[in-house]
């Protein structure tokens, strides 16, 4: 039996034990934080929140709930991220639902959203023109939206499987008629003149996908992560098209990879833009690089 089936569940042990043997088993498999995710994979099969848990944990795990842990706990050995296994990922202050072949967003993303908002903290009642360049799950977008409340955006992407999730969050935050969404090659077809940019490039060189995690390399559109040969490729695109696609006084916001701040904002310096800050994760990687079009 291979390790990602080993997991055997009892219909009649209690919840609590069921957790702390997927604890160990998802330890075994090499999984980060397996006690989170084991916890979070018990409460989805279970049909419970964290609160409903503490008062039930001395109840028995039941044949329904038995059966979808064993599942769940195969599929996150075999290094499936926990988000794709329940199909939804908690980004900023929102549940977006995550979608097979369409990159899978993360905290460290939130980077991006935080420094966009802080650029713009004093035009929040301004009907701002929005643009997410690769707009993958649509999160930036939504994000963006949920904080600025009378700005319209636009979301463009070149996968159709992109462009459903990205509608589909939109649909479920509740922000479908304020976005358009495009499909497209970054801002090719665009001819607006827009007061934000942002985007979460790929920015992985090409040779180093497949040094990448399991969860990102088995499960994440190779679209989404190629940067090409140093990584820069898209980042150098997007930056030769910014002048025409900023307003006079607009910013752009990107994420970058790991050791990449300094050469991407040269790039944005490069291509007539003013340097308008660099932002941490929260690990302490520089991960989101801002520039303004000067007035």
Partial sequence: MSEASAFETRPDETREKALARLACFLEASSVEEARKDARLLLFDACGLTHAE?????????????????????????????????????????LDLAVFPDVLDPRPDTESVVALALSLVAGRRDEALRLLDLGSGSGALLCALLAELPKAFGVAVDLSPQALLATRTNMARCGLATR?????????????????????????????????????????????????????????REIAADLPR??????????????????????????AGLEEAGIRRDAGGRERAVAARRRL
């Fill in 245 to 270: 696609l900023l307003a006079p006084g607009g910013v752009v916001v990107l994420e970058v990879g790991l050791g990449q701040a300094r050469e991407t904002a040269a790039l944005l310096a490069a």
């Fill in 53 to 93: 848990y503490l008062l039930s944990s001395e109840a028995p795990l039941g044949e329904t709930a038995a059966s979808l842990l064993a599942e769940h706990a195969a599929r996150r050995a075999a290094r499936e991220p926990v988000s794709r296994i329940l199909a939804t990922r908690g980004f900023w202050t």
């Fill in 179 to 235: 976005a358009a969404v495009l499909r497209g090659l970054w801002g090719r077809a665009l001819g607006s003149a827009f007061d934000l940019v942002v985007s979460n490039p790929p920015y992985v060189k090409s040779d180093e996908i497949d040094q990448l995690s399991p969860e990102v390399r088995l499960h994440d559109p190779r679209l989404a992560l190629d940067g090409g040969v140093d990584g820069f490729g898209c980042i």
